[in-house]
C-alpha cells in the first residue's frame, strides 16, 4: 500500500482528547463484545516456543522476532497473533460450547511495510468461541458476523454520540462476498483494488474464502493453513472515508478440524508441522472445535476516531521521511 495523505486533512480530536477517546473506545468496544459473544477476558502470552506449533505463521513468508531463553538453551518467538494458542486455551480452561474468550494480544510483525494502517506492533483483541463440530458450515460463520457487525454498529453509534463531530459511518447491513465473486467480477483487477471496487459500492463487506486457491489458480490473499478453514473464513472489510481507501479490521474464521488440516497442510507444502505438538493435538481430536479471530484495536481507534495514520492512536516507529510528509499535512504522529 502506497503512503496516502489526505487533502485537506483536519484532526477533529487533540492528542490528549484522543488519548481519552482511545480508552472510552476500547472499554466500550470490548465489553459490548465480550457480553455479546460470552467471552471470558483470559491472560495470553507475548512470547511461545517455536515446537509448540502456536505461533500464528500469517500468509508463511513473515519471521517471528526471536530471543534466547538461557536455561532453556532454546529461543523463544514473540508472537504473531494468538490464533492456535486460543485453542489450546479453550480447552485448558475447560470452556464450554457456545461460549468463548478473549485476550489483549501485542505482537510485533518486523515484516510489515509500513503506510497508513500498517506497523510493527499490532494491538488485537484476539478472541475464541466454542461450537459443536456440526456447527462448522456457513450458516454458523454468518452469525457469529453478524453478531460481531452488531458490536461495530453500537461502537458507530456510541462514538457519534460522545463526539458529536462525528456522524455514524456504518450501513445497517454488512455485505457477504466471497474471493471468487470478487474474481470473477473484476478478473483484470488485482486482489486489493477488487476490495476496493466492492467496499465503495457497500460500505461494509465480509470478504469470505480467504486462501483458498481461486478459479485462476491464484489466491484472493495468503493466510497459514493451520487454523482457519479457508472456506469457512473472512475479513471485515470497510469503507474508510478518511482515507477514501479500504481498511480492514478484522480477520477471522471457523478453524480447521482434523480433515480440513490434512488437507491444506498438503496444499500449503506443510506437512512437517504435523509434529509440532499443536498439530499432533489437533490431528488425534483432542483439541475443540472453535470460530475465532482477531479485532485490531490500533485499527478500530483510527477509523471510528476519523484519523488518517495508525500512528496517531500509537506509539511507534516511522521512517524520517514519513514523518516528514505526516507533519507537513497536520497527521501528528506519536
Not at 508463511?60 to 522476532?65: A, F, L, N, Q, R
Not at 460522545?162 to 447491513?173: A, I, K, W
Not at 505438538?277 to 479485532?295: A, F, K, Q, V, W
Request: aromatic share 10%; with cysteine.
Amino acid at each position: 500500500m502506497v503512503m496516502i495523505i489526505p487533502k485537506d486533512y483536519k484532526c477533529k480530536l487533540g492528542v490528549l482528547e484522543t488519548q481519552k477517546a482511545i480508552k472510552n473506545l476500547k472499554d466500550f468496544f470490548q465489553t459490548e463484545l465480550s457480553k455479546e459473544l460470552n467471552l471470558l477476558r483470559v491472560s495470553s502470552p507475548l512470547f511461545v516456543l517455536p515446537e509448540s506449533g502456536t505461533n500464528d505463521n500469517l500468509s508463511g513468508v513473515e519471521t517471528p522476532v526471536s530471543f534466547s531463553v538461557p536455561f532453556l538453551n532454546k529461543k523463544a518467538e514473540i508472537v504473531q497473533s494468538l490464533a492456535k494458542w486460543k485453542r489450546v486455551a479453550i480447552k485448558k480452561y475447560g470452556i464450554p460450547v457456545e461460549e468463548g474468550i478473549y485476550a489483549d494480544m501485542n505482537a510485533i510483525r518486523k515484516d510489515e511495510e509500513l503506510d497508513n494502517i500498517h506497523s510493527f506492533y499490532v494491538d488485537q483483541w484476539d478472541w475464541e468461541y466454542r461450537i459443536n463440530k456440526s456447527d462448522r458450515n456457513y450458516e454458523k460463520l454468518v452469525w457469529i458476523v453478524e453478531k460481531i457487525y452488531k458490536v461495530f454498529k453500537e461502537t458507530d453509534m456510541y462514538i457519534s454520540e460522545q463526539y458529536p463531530v462525528f456522524e455514524p459511518m456504518l450501513p445497517e447491513h454488512i455485505t457477504f462476498v466471497s474471493s471468487q465473486d470478487l474474481e470473477s467480477e473484476w478478473p483484470n483487477l488485482e486482489p486489493k483494488e477488487r476490495e476496493r471496487r466492492i467496499v465503495k459500492r457497500h460500505k461494509a463487506v465480509f470478504l469470505t474464502e480467504i486462501g483458498k486457491t481461486l478459479e485462476s489458480g491464484e489466491k484472493h490473499d495468503g493466510r497459514s493453513p493451520d487454523y482457519d478453514d479457508w472456506e469457512l473464513n473472512g475479513d471485515f472489510l470497510f469503507y474508510n472515508p478518511t482515507l477514501d481507501d479500504v481498511i480492514e479490521l478484522s480477520s477471522m474464521g471457523i478453524r480447521v478440524d482434523e480433515d480440513s488440516l490434512e488437507k491444506q497442510l498438503e496444499i500449503a507444502g506443510a506437512e512437517d508441522r504435523k509434529n509440532l505438538e499443536y498439530h499432533r493435538l489437533l490431528l488425534n481430536g483432542e483439541l475443540p472445535y472453535t470460530i475465532g479471530g482477531g479485532i485490531g484495536q490500533s485499527r478500530i481507534c483510527m477509523f471510528f476516531l476519523r484519523k488518517a495514520h495508525i500512528g496517531e492512536v500509537q506509539v511507534g516507529i516511522w521512517p524520517k521521511g514519513m514523518i516528514k510528509d505526516c507533519a507537513a499535512a497536520g497527521i501528528d504522529l506519536l
